[in-house]
């Protein structure tokens, strides 16, 4: 069982809308969480890191975390059709850790 | 930028075949991954090691062997490929286990 679940599979918003994607871990050492995006073709690219428990706000897309609940969550405000893509959240332990783990990853359909 | 160059970028080969697929970075990072990219599993940890001649079992090692020569190249192997083994596979590097990884383009391996 992956130990990075990601919900929903798929979403599709309109441009302008808002586009809400979560990630929950299972594994109660992971301390440091990412969100990446991969477009068509590509490999996946860093968008935004979190570490510390609140929100995180960069550009349009505003990243949230719940250290005591395990979970994360990233919003993408007046989404652009630019912005379709997969999308996955990455969890790491702390100090003394090795191993970045993703999630299956949320398919983001935006909708001119 | 960094850079992860992955070869080949396509593989075909038949079952129970010998596979190889190479990695380069040029970042100077300690850390590097194989990733396989599989629809409905994400990106699932199969090898990664933090230095030179260090190697680490990822999540789903069966079937991959990994080697580290140096620091800027890392292999994975594929000693007798089976039909379950065709994916998409990334190579990437990271400073640690926290900072931002950086992928490859890919390879797409099938095994006939």
């Known amino acids: 069982q992956q130990k990075v679940q990601q919900s929903p599979e798929s979403l599709s918003v309109p441009e302008g809308g808002m586009a809400s994607l979560n990630c929950t871990s299972s594994?109660?050492?992971?301390?440091y969480f990412w969100w990446y995006r991969q477009h068509s073709g590509e490999g996946p690219k860093a968008l935004m890191s979190i570490f510390s428990d609140g929100d995180k706000k960069e550009g349009r897309f505003t990243a949230h975390l719940n250290k005591a609940s395990l979970h994360v969550s990233l919003h993408i405000r007046d989404s652009q059709p630019s912005d379709s893509a997969l999308y996955f959240c990455a969890a790491s332990e702390g100090t003394g850790g090795y191993k970045v783990v993703f999630g299956s990853g949320t398919r983001l359909l935006v909708s001119p | 930028e960094a850079a992860v160059t992955q070869s080949p970028r396509n593989k075909v080969t038949v079952t129970g075949g010998n596979v190889t697929l190479s990695c380069r970075q040029t970042n100077s990072h300690n850390y590097m991954y194989w990733y396989r990219q599989d629809t409905g599993h994400g990106l699932r940890l199969i090898h990664y090691s933090y230095g030179a001649g260090n190697l680490q079992i990822g999540d789903v090692p069966d079937g991959y062997k990994a080697t580290r020569t140096t620091q800027e190249d890392f292999f994975l192997l594929l000693e007798l490929a089976s039909p379950s083994q065709t994916s998409l596979y990334f190579c990437a590097s990271s400073e640690t286990a926290n900072t931002e990884v950086f992928f490859g383009k890919g390879t797409r391996l099938t095994v006939v």
């Open positions: 594994d109660r050492n992971f301390q």
